[in-house]
């Protein structure tokens, strides 16, 4: 049973326009949240994250948005730029602290084209 | 620079055979990971490690071993008995203590079984 669901493949957008992309997970003990972009042939790069004691992460263009009571959070990003095309992975963690136990779950992904 | 090296990016292997996947970091972080991502799936936790000479069992560990005899060092072998072994293989490393969760990826091994 998934934990943490994007049930987006992919998602297309035109340049300049905001790109949103959803999660939704099912585990209420999850307390971390963390954005991934993975380029084709290559590792993920961690984007962004979002502690679950808050409701809203920004950095830059990239803004996350959780909302608890839904288990549900979004990625914006204003303005998508056409470098921005990548899959981009939902992952959720327990985050007993001292870091991570290797208990990251990561979403299937969402592949975002941002058209010129 | 910093980073998570692994070799080789491209494998090719033959049934029944064993292949080792290299993976070395220079990040001083004390816990390694090697992740399997198949297409239209996300990253699956095969095992990892929080200290050098001990390790975990992930999600998918059945068919693979690993070892930590360094801090630097996490590699993987995929063994003949691992049923499904065509996939893209991400190792990754974290320091504890640091950004719950955040983990440094290599850029992958991309194991194709002939």
């Known amino acids: 049973d998934q934990q943490v669901k994007q049930n987006s493949p992919s998602l297309s957008v035109q340049e300049g326009r905001i790109s949103i992309l959803n999660c939704d997970y099912t585990?209420?003990?999850?307390?971390?949240f963390l954005w991934y972009k993975k380029y084709p042939a290559e590792g993920p790069t961690f984007l962004i994250s979002i502690s679950s004691i808050k409701d809203k992460n920004e950095d830059g263009r990239f803004t996350v948005f959780l909302n608890k009571s839904a288990k549900h959070l979004s990625l914006h990003i204003v303005p998508s730029q056409p470098g921005d095309s990548a899959v981009y992975f939902c992952a959720a963690s327990g985050g007993r602290a001292g870091g991570s136990q290797g208990n990251l779950i990561f979403g299937k992904g969402t592949k975002l084209s941002v058209k010129p | 620079d910093g980073g998570i090296t692994q070799s080789p990016k491209y494998l090719f292997r033959k049934e029944g055979q064993n292949v080792t996947l290299s993976c070395e970091q220079n990040?001083?972080?004390?816990?390694m990971y090697w992740y399997r991502q198949d297409p239209g799936q996300g990253l699956r936790l095969i095992y990892y490690s929080q200290i050098v000479n001990d390790f975990q069992k992930g999600d998918i560990a059945e068919g693979y071993s690993v070892s930590r005899e360094k801090k630097e060092s996490f590699p993987l072998t995929v063994t003949s008995a691992q049923k499904n072994p065509t996939a893209f293989y991400l190792c990754a490393s974290s320091r504890q203590g640091g950004i719950t969760g955040e983990l440094f990826f290599g850029e992958g091994s991309r194991l194709t079984v002939l």
């Open positions: 585990n209420s003990m999850f307390d971390y």
């Open positions: 990040l001083n972080h004390d816990a």
